[in-house]
Structures are given as structure tokens and as C-alpha cells.
């Protein structure tokens, strides 16, 4: 079947111990990019080798090369310039809070694409995906570079026109999918926290707070990621995966999909929707009952990456015959929540307890589709 697959996963794996530690030695100057590319490439391989043994029909690179999920892609966007400040962003878990350091950046020019981001990263990925495997590439949703610093971080001088911004930015975007396409890339993730965090009314108001709408921004973003998909190329599967934050096992916000979920299903232009659904934050599957009948898929992240702890089968089956009471089983998949490193630093479990959480994916959604 095309993407997004029964057992299906986000993306990010945590890296391994040697991989952090030339990656230190990069940063110290110890070592040479090329140097650093090696023991990446290395990494990569035997990543994809893990996820074809386990059973996934979909590989990443795990996000190797990246330091962020986001802010890696977001530098690259021509108008987007870093900043020698730090964003911190206060992230949460049992034990209290946890704060993330984030560099900051502002956009002093006009938004602009002047090569494919990520091409030499997926080519890399397309050349060891093994035959019958789909390689997957994740970038940020376009409406994330609103999301981190919203008008105060957008120079007037380029944009005094919202309306302006809003265009060049899909722009933008439809430019690089367009030049995705052509290296090769069916199967593509954008991976989207606004459309999540809006849900809870802390996060509204923040967005008000940087310039935006908070109660009608889902539908700006909405209209922003269907304006990038516009000529979206054909034989290209676009997904968007939500979650509420995950940084070191930690998130930002909660609450169910009621206040996104009419617009968002009913009106995002694209195949599937990987949804976080791995604890009582993420609300009910009540929402789901606006995912239209027929090819959109819903993939259910109901193993969590965020803890070590293994899920039942029975636990995970029983969840899914609860979300086929609004959404057509057929129309359903599985995966984890979200990625096991959104960011460098990965998530508290192991290597060995991540793969085990994709394989129970893999044997969990086999049982149920087969």
C-alpha cells in the first residue's frame, strides 16, 4: 500500500554514542566536516538497516545530521538570518520543568529558496534505502517559522504586509517539495506542533502575544501549508505529523484536537495525519469523527516516545477498535507519538527500548491489518 503505512513511525532516532561524540569533536574543531560526514553516513546506514529488519516499510535517516528537528531546515531559507540571542522555550514532564535552548533568528529580507534544503542529506538516504523500503523525508511545516517569534521577529523593512509574507513563504515551500520531487522524494512529512499547541488556550494567547490571531491562527496556518501544496507533484505522499513538544521526554502544551479539528481534517490538503495519542493530554478520538471517509489515513501515536516503559498489545489494540468507532479501520494506522530526538539531546530510553518500541508497532499493527 502507498504511505503512510500500517506500522509507520515519525522519524528522529536517538543517536548513537559514537555519532554524539564526533559530533562534539566538530563542534571543538577537532575534526573536519568531511570527517564528520563519514561516521554520519556510517550511522545513517545502520540505522536504515535497523528499521528494514524490524519491519518498517518506511526509513529515515533518523535526523542524523541535524541538531533540531526544525531549526536546522529554518536557517536555510533564504531572508532567514541566525541571531546571536537564545530562545528558551519552557518544556514540562512528571518531574517539573524543563527549559530548552533554542537559537533564535530573524528575517531581515525577503523569504526566498535558492537550493533544495535536505537534498544531499535524502539522496544520501534514497542510495542505501533497500529495495522495498520507501525512504521518508521530514522537514519542518512552513508555519513553524511564524510559530518561533511570530511579527517581532520579522524586519518591517521586508514585510510590512502580513499578506506578503504569508505568500512568499508558501512560495517558498512549493519550491522546495517541487525540487524534492525531482531527487526522488514520494514520501514526505511535515512535521507541525502549531497545529497542535493550539489547541490549548495557553498557547492561543502566547500567539496572540507575538502579533498573531490565537483563536483563528490554525486557520491561517491551514491556509499557508494548502497554498505550499498547491501543484503538489504527483506520485508524492504528503503527511503532516502534530505533537505538543518533545524535547528530553519532556512537552509544552495539552488538550484534545476540538479547536483545530473541524478546519484541520476537513481542509488540510494532504494524505494523512500522524496524531500524538499517547496519554490523557492529547484529549479523546472524539475529533476524529471530522477526518473525511475515504483515502486520508489517521496514524494513531499511541506508543510513546517518550518513556521506556513497553505498551500491551491488548492496551494498543483495544485503543484502536476505540478510534474505528469515528474512524473507518481501514482508514487507521500506528506509530509512536512522535520522534525518539527531535533534537540532539534524544529522549530518556535507550537505543535497545526505542527498538523495541518500533518493533511492537510493526507485530501490533500485523496482528490487526493481516
Known amino acids: 500500500m502507498a504511505p503512510p503505512f500500517r506500522a509507520d513511525h515519525v522519524g528522529s532516532l536517538l543517536r548513537p554514542p559514537e555519532l554524539l561524540k564526533v559530533r562534539a569533536d566538530r563542534e571543538a574543531g577537532r575534526i573536519s566536516a568531511a570527517e564528520l560526514r563519514q561516521v554520519e553516513d556510517a550511522a545513517i546506514r545502520e540505522a536504515v538497516r535497523m528499521q528494514h529488519e524490524i519491519g518498517l516499510k518506511d526509513v529515515t535517516d ?122 526522488g522524494c514520494t514520501y514526505l512529512q511535515l512535521d507541525d506542533t502549531s497545529l497542535a499547541y493550539l489547541n490549548d488556550p495557553a498557547q492561543r494567547t502566547y500567539v496572540t502575544s507575538i502579533g498573531g490571531d490565537g483563536e483563528q491562527q ?79 489515513r489517521v496514524v494513531l501515536g499511541l506508543v510513546t516516545s517518550k518513556r521506556a516503559a513497553l505498551e500491551s498489545k491488548d492496551e494498543l489494540k483495544r485503543r484502536i477498535d476505540e478510534a474505528a468507532k469515528y474512524v473507518p479501520l481501514e482508514q487507521l494506522c500506528l506509530s509512536p507519538q512522535c520522534g525518539f530526538s527531535s533534537t540532539v539531546e534524544g529522549n530518556a530510553l535507550t537505543i535497545e527500548e526505542q527498538n523495541a518500541k518500533l518493533r511492537l508497532v510493526v507485530e501490533t499493527a500485523r496482528e490487526i491489518w493481516s
Open 218 to 296: 490554525h486557520l491561517i496556518n491551514i491556509r499557508l501549508i494548502n497554498q505550499a501544496l498547491a501543484g503538489k507533484p504527483a506520485g508524492m505522499t504528503v503527511c503532516t505529523h502534530m505533537c505538543r513538544g518533545n524535547f528530553r521526554s519532556s512537552w509544552v502544551a495539552e488538550g484534545g484536537y476540538d479547536h483545530v479539528a473541524e478546519a484541520l481534517f476537513g481542509e488540510l490538503a494532504v494524505d494523512g495525519f500522524f496524531l500524538e495519542y499517547d496519554d490523557a493530554r492529547s484529549g479523546g478520538f472524539e475529533p476524529l469523527r471530522f477526518v473525511p471517509r475515504g483515502a486520508k
Open 62 to 183: 533518523g535526523e542524523f545530521r541535524r541538531g533540531s528537528w526544525h531549526m536546522d531546515f529554518l536557517y536555510q531559507i533564504g531572508g532567514v538570518a541566525k541571531t546571536d540571542q537564545t530562545l528558551r522555550i519552557q518544556f514540562r514532564n512528571e518531574s517539573g520543568p524543563v527549559e530548552a535552548a533554542l537559537g533564535a533568528f530573524r528575517i531581515d529580507g525577503k523569504l526566498s529558496l535558492d537550493n533544495t534544503i535536505f537534498a544531499e542529506d535524502f539522496t544520501y538516504l534514497k542510495s542505501v534505502a533497500p529495495a522495498g523500503t520507501t525512504p521518508k523525508l521530514t522537514i519542518p511545516s512552513p508555519s513553524m517559522l511564524h510559530y518561533r517569534g511570530g511579527r517581532a521577529v520579522i524586519d518591517e523593512a521586508a514585510y510590512s504586509d502580513m499578506d506578503a509574507f504569508w505568500h512568499d513563504l508558501a512560495e517558498v515551500y512549493r519550491n522546495e517539495i517541487a525540487g524534492l520531487a525531482v531527487i
